[in-house]
């Protein structure tokens, strides 16, 4: 897909978040914006080279319970557990592994709002409920248990881009 625009208030917000847990996140090359102000039927998962300024983008679902009434948007976000709902915040990619959905990544959670990321698995997996042919179906992706569910054939992409120790900023601009 075509990189879609974004509000550049976010692109800020996330550049803080970079500097703020600079510590913490070893790769600063590159990071992933998740911009949950657009709808599940545009391409709002973001990856942004910071060195070279190159930007690409894909499909991201959300949480369930960030989304009660199955609109495409996501109405609200929960650090909670048993929520079902997508967290905001900065997050630190981490370990792959091989579980429920497949090859996953985990997530750690740098923030207040989404420091349970770990603890509710919290992860980036592929999903056939993320696939664009669902989107072309019903106008919308389906929705995670609060995980950054991307299309089953994108994954490779992800975790090429993002691989361990990087950035990934998931807020509403």
Same mark, same amino acid.
């Given at each position: 897909?075509?990189? #879609?625009?974004?509000?550049?208030?976010?692109?800020?917000?996330?550049?803080?978040?970079?500097?703020?847990?600079?510590?913490?996140?070893? *790769?600063?090359?590159?990071?992933?914006?998740?911009?949950?102000? /657009?709808?599940?039927?545009? /391409?709002?998962? *973001?990856?942004?080279?910071?060195?070279?300024?190159?930007?690409?983008?894909?499909?991201?679902?959300?949480?369930?319970?960030?989304?009660?009434?199955?609109?495409?948007?996501?109405?609200?976000?929960?650090?909670?557990?048993?929520?079902?709902?997508?967290? %905001?915040?900065?997050?630190?990619?981490?370990?792959?592994?091989?579980?429920? *959905?497949?090859?996953?990544?985990?997530?750690?959670?740098?923030?207040?709002?989404?420091?349970? /990321?770990?603890?509710?698995?919290?992860?980036?997996?592929?999903?056939?409920?993320?696939? #664009?042919?669902?989107? #072309?179906? *019903?106008?919308?992706?389906?929705?995670?248990?609060?995980?950054?569910?991307?299309? %089953?054939?994108?994954?490779?992409?992800?975790?090429?881009?993002?691989?361990?120790?990087?950035?990934?900023?998931?807020?509403? /601009?």
């Amino acid at each position: 897909m075509a990189p #879609a625009s974004f509000d550049p208030t976010l692109l800020r917000k996330a550049l803080a978040a970079l500097d703020r847990h600079a510590g913490a996140v070893v *790769h600063r090359d590159r990071i992933a914006i998740v911009d949950f102000s /657009a709808p599940s039927s545009e /391409a709002r998962l *973001h990856f942004l080279d910071v060195i070279k300024g190159e930007r690409s983008s894909l499909l991201v679902a959300h949480g369930a319970g960030s989304d009660p009434g199955h609109t495409g948007f996501l109405q609200r976000f929960s650090n909670d557990f048993g929520s079902n709902a997508s967290s %905001e915040g900065a997050f630190l990619t981490s370990d792959y592994y091989v579980g429920k *959905h497949g090859r996953s990544q985990r997530l750690a959670g740098l923030d207040p709002t989404n420091d349970n /990321a770990r603890g509710r698995a919290i992860v980036i997996h592929s999903a056939w409920y993320a696939n #664009a042919d669902i989107l #072309a179906a *019903h106008g919308k992706l389906g929705r995670s248990q609060g995980c950054f569910a991307v299309g %089953e054939h994108e994954l490779d992409r992800v975790f090429g881009f993002l691989g361990e120790g990087r950035l990934l900023y998931a807020a509403k /601009a």
